[in-house]
């Protein structure tokens, strides 16, 4: 059976979790998992191989055992403490920015007195933040976690997103939108959706859109200003405080079609990244596990038949796309979890 150690401790709780699900009855494979507390607390999971801990102990524990395969689901920071593991052990790394595991040494310098200059000036005095590069060159896998982008990009894929929920429809009336993430003009353009909406006309339609995301800033100014003008046909709902998992998950149960204004361009590090192309939406895996419809910018490419390019009449595409069928059987628990092993099998 082979050892295999899964590391989160910084971001995407979400694909631990799936790891978990989708290899927690292998034969094949035993897999331990470890957690910060912040992820441990946010997955709740429990079993004889979940651990929690931190940077300043984990190499002492890995050090007694004995894995086959080490996977670092973040390397966002503690550059140096990554450093250290793909040095000693064979060590995969999920690649979640991809220009970022390029950037010079230079270019990750200046990044400091470009934004967030505290925590980015802790990051090179204390953690190695010039050294990043040198963590995902020694690795001997990079993973990416959407399989076009995987190919373009020269990475291994990970199956890792699958189909946990049956879909259902709200009132033929009523066509609900939900865009899930936080309400940010950085990673999507709601600016403009606020600008189609206004232009929505009364086809005997009822409209329910959810911005499912922590709102806040000129965001949620422009949202207020939205809810003083628009028409009666058109109820919108949205969030001040962090959204918790259980209200994610209903509201994205009831949804028709989630939409999904992704930004062409973004930023990580200040080093530029583009959506479908060097950086996956999270929204992809969305999609895939509660069984929707997608509408993403035409800039997003994508061979998914649940990703739908956005069209110029957005009112009318969102009618046409409540009732349009899809079928998530390729990504059904046992199908990804065959392809898991697969690949788990050949690293």
């Not at 080490?70 to 790394?93: D, E, L, S």
């Not at 204390?126 to 373009?152: C, F, H, N, P, T």
């Not at 069209?311 to 199908?335: G, H, P, V, Y």
Request: aromatic share 14%.
């Amino acid at each position: 059976m082979k050892k295999i150690a899964y590391i989160e401790l910084d971001t995407h709780p979400e694909l631990a979790n799936n790891l978990f699900e989708l290899t927690k009855d292998s034969s094949k494979f035993s897999v331990d998992f470890y957690f910060s507390e912040k992820i441990y607390k946010l997955l709740k999971l429990e079993g004889e191989n979940i651990f929690l801990t931190d940077y300043s102990e984990l190499l002492e524990v890995l050090k007694k055992k004995n894995y086959d395969l080490i996977i670092i689901g973040t390397v966002h920071r503690h550059f140096n403490f990554y450093k250290a593991i793909v040095k000693k052990y064979k060590t995969a790394i999920v690649v979640h920015n991809f220009n970022f595991t390029k950037a010079s040494r230079w270019e990750l310098f200046k990044s400091i007195f470009k934004k967030d200059h505290q925590y980015r000036l802790k990051l090179f005095l204390k953690e190695g933040l010039l050294e990043s590069s040198k963590v995902y060159k020694r690795a001997k896998y990079l993973l990416g976690i959407d399989e076009w982008m995987s190919k373009q990009n020269h990475l291994k894929f990970l199956p890792i997103y699958f189909n946990q929920f049956n879909s259902e429809n709200s009132k033929q009336d009523i066509i609900r939108i939900v865009v899930p993430g936080a309400v940010s003009q950085d990673r999507r353009d709601y600016f403009s959706f606020f600008e189609k909406l206004k232009n929505f006309k009364d086809i005997n339609l009822n409209y329910e859109i959810i911005f499912l995301g922590k709102a806040s800033g000129e965001e949620l100014e422009r949202l207020n200003q939205i809810l003083s003008n628009i028409s009666q046909y058109i109820n919108i709902q949205y969030f001040e405080e962090k959204v918790t998992q259980e209200k994610f998950d209903e509201w994205m149960l009831k949804a028709d079609v989630l939409y999904c204004p992704i930004q062409t361009k973004t930023e990580f590090f200040s080093v530029k990244e583009i959506y479908g192309k060097t950086k996956i939406s999270g929204n992809i895996g969305d999609a895939i596990k509660y069984g929707k419809p997608a509408i993403f910018p035409s800039s997003y490419p994508s061979d998914f038949e649940f990703v739908i390019e956005e069209k110029s009449d957005l009112q009318i595409q969102f009618a046409e796309t409540k009732n349009q069928r899809l079928n998530f059987d390729n990504f059904s628990k046992e199908n990804i979890s065959k392809r898991l092993k697969l690949l788990l099998e050949s690293l």
